[in-house]
């Protein structure tokens, strides 16, 4: 302990190292902190020491690092919750100084650069596994971290192809902890289906107010924004340093969505143009009934082998099975005592 604060180099703790601590990566940290995990000890680091001081200051990091080798010597699990263009820089750093069986994982919007810089630049002795929590909000950075950001969110996993067993189950424990719904995913599929669902959105929202700022009319036009309009470009007001990694590291299969759209806006205004009643109607009440049904029953659901995913706890992979066992049977005693306790009074 050096000034007060815990060591870095303290290797008997059960440390979890978050290397970006935007919404993200804050959010993590702080979902993990309130679980009250035995001896977990969270190392966080982020670009600004600002972004830090923030930090520690909500209590969702333990320990501050200077550097990502820093806060990734010693952890048991690493999170990489970065940019996903500076992931591959944040991979070379960490490399040299993760130990053996280390558990290495990411939160990034795409998959099939990071599974790659994955490959080449992580230690084989280490375990990577891909992540992408379907979650977020227009607000970004630390202030504006949530435990509650990934409740009842769907959770990707992306196992690489050297990852054992226990690699997995700790990423999906990691992710049921935070009251997310773990999916497996190859990268390649991932990539295409979030560029639809994800991508494009972001896309559309920033087109759509660059073309109504862009008028001459703006001053009047912006009078008459209202829920409609403001719903709609909400993702406009995301971080710009995201929006352009996203774009670029997934360019051909956004792409491959944009134009999808651009066919389907055609056909709208062809329809329109033709000004048939029944028609402008139908273009309209088909999304409607389909949306509807989607909002109330969720996404249709297809045939898959094998089981759902089980619930795993994340205490259990972090700590060890012969320590969990030992924690469970000491909280199971203290049950125990009070519930004599209890029945003593009556």
Do not use: C
Request: no cysteine.
């Amino acid at each position: 302990m050096a000034n007060g604060q815990p060591s870095i180099t303290n290797s008997h703790t059960n440390r979890i190292a978050i290397i970006g601590l935007g919404l993200i990566g804050g959010s993590i940290a702080l979902g993990l902190k309130r679980a009250g995990i035995p001896g977990l000890e969270i190392v966080g680091t982020a670009r600004s020491r600002e972004t830090i001081q923030n930090a520690k200051r909500i209590k969702a990091i333990d320990v501050a690092a200077g550097t990502p080798e820093e806060a990734a010597r010693g952890a048991r699990l690493v999170v990489v919750a970065v940019p996903v263009l500076a992931t591959k820089d944040v991979f070379g750093e960490i490399a040299p100084v993760l130990a053996p069986d280390t558990v290495v994982t990411d939160a990034g919007s795409t998959k099939s650069n990071v599974m790659r810089w994955a490959r080449e630049l992580l230690p084989q002795h280490a375990h990577f596994v891909g992540g992408h929590p379907m979650a977020g909000k227009e607000q970004t950075g630390i202030d504006a971290a949530d435990p509650d950001l990934f409740h009842d969110k769907p959770w990707v996993i992306v196992p690489s192809v050297t990852a054992d067993e226990s690699a997995v189950r700790t990423v999906v424990g990691l992710a049921q902890q935070l009251g997310a719904r773990p999916i497996f995913m190859d990268a390649d599929e991932h990539d295409s289906y979030v560029a639809a669902i994800s991508h494009l959105p972001l896309a559309l929202s920033s087109a759509l107010f660059s073309m109504a700022f862009g008028s001459a009319a703006w001053p009047e036009i912006a009078q008459l924004a209202s829920s409609g309009f403001r719903d709609t470009t909400r993702l406009a007001s995301g971080s710009p340093e995201m929006a352009r990694d996203i774009m670029l590291s997934n360019r051909e299969n956004v792409l491959h969505w944009i134009d999808r759209f651009q066919e389907e806006l055609s056909r709208l205004r062809e329809t329109i143009a033709r000004g048939e009643s029944a028609d402008v109607l139908e273009a309209f009440a088909r999304p409607q009934l389909e949306r509807d049904n989607f909002m109330l029953n969720g996404p249709p659901r297809r045939e898959q082998a094998g089981a759902p995913v089980e619930t795993i706890s994340f205490s259990d992979m972090l700590l060890g099975s012969k320590l969990a066992g030992h924690l469970r049977k000491q909280s199971q005693m203290i049950k125990d005592a009070e519930e004599r306790e209890r029945k003593g009074r009556r």
